[in-house]
């Protein structure tokens, strides 16, 4: 067995390379992958507002397209909505039933649709994590294209991540006027990668980690 000590130094490395509550992937959020975690929780992107007008789009298929994220939460409640609104201050659309992710790393889904009528517009989806420390938003600003995609390698599941579907209603309060989704396919069964078995870690997740570490070394 790996000294105590050793074992804290290792928990603090990893709490130094901690980063975002969660990181869309795909479509490629706004602000990348490097993203301001204390402005996670402000509605609706986070810490950048979308401009149609000059924000870069990526191309998202409304037959069905693949929404990936990198959770650092234990466990996630997902709200997969869009809207046409240039700055994406509301009318949002849900495009995909309510989702639970148990389970840290990354998470995958495919198959999410937008209304047809939507071909060649652009537009902005919106992924809203329901957490243990609130509300969380991340945006992709996109082009809505006919047809559908298949997805590629940054759709993948971490080990051990279940998910299914779930009621929300904290979530679906966000919806406005927006239309409900009215999908039933089922949430696909993850499927376990190596690639995704070293995510980014949640600084909360860590700390909590650190506290039952010296927790135990109190009782030697």
Not at 17 to 42: I, Q, Y
Not at 93 to 106: K, R, S
Not at 125 to 141: E, H, K, M, R
Request: negative net charge.
């Amino acid at each position: 067995m790996a000294p105590l000590a050793t074992i804290i130094a290792a928990t603090l490395s990893l709490l130094s390379t901690a980063s975002a509550h969660f990181v869309l992937l795909n479509p490629p959020s706004l602000e990348g992958t490097t993203l301001d975690d204390k402005k996670e929780g402000n509605a609706p992107c986070g810490a950048l507002v979308p401009d149609l007008t000059k924000t870069p789009t990526y191309d998202f298929h409304v037959d069905g397209d693949f929404v990936s994220v990198q959770n650092g939460h234990p466990q996630s409640n997902w709200l997969f909505r869009a809207t046409l609104e240039d700055k994406a201050a509301g009318n949002w659309t849900q495009i995909y039933p309510l989702v639970q992710q148990a389970g840290i790393g990354n998470y995958c889904q495919v198959m999410v649709t937008a209304p047809k009528e939507w071909v060649g517009k652009k537009g902005v989806i919106g992924i809203v994590g329901n957490a243990p420390d609130g509300l969380l938003y991340q945006c992709a600003a996109v082009n809505f294209v006919a047809g559908t995609t298949t997805p590629n390698s940054d759709c993948k599941n971490a080990t051990g991540v279940a998910a299914s579907f779930v009621a929300d209603s904290t979530l679906t309060g966000l919806l406005g006027t927006g239309s409900p989704s009215t999908t039933t396919a089922p949430v696909p069964a993850p499927k376990e990668t190596n690639a995704a078995a070293s995510p980014r870690l949640h600084l909360g997740v860590l700390a909590g980690t650190v506290a039952m570490v010296l927790a135990g070394t109190a009782l030697l």
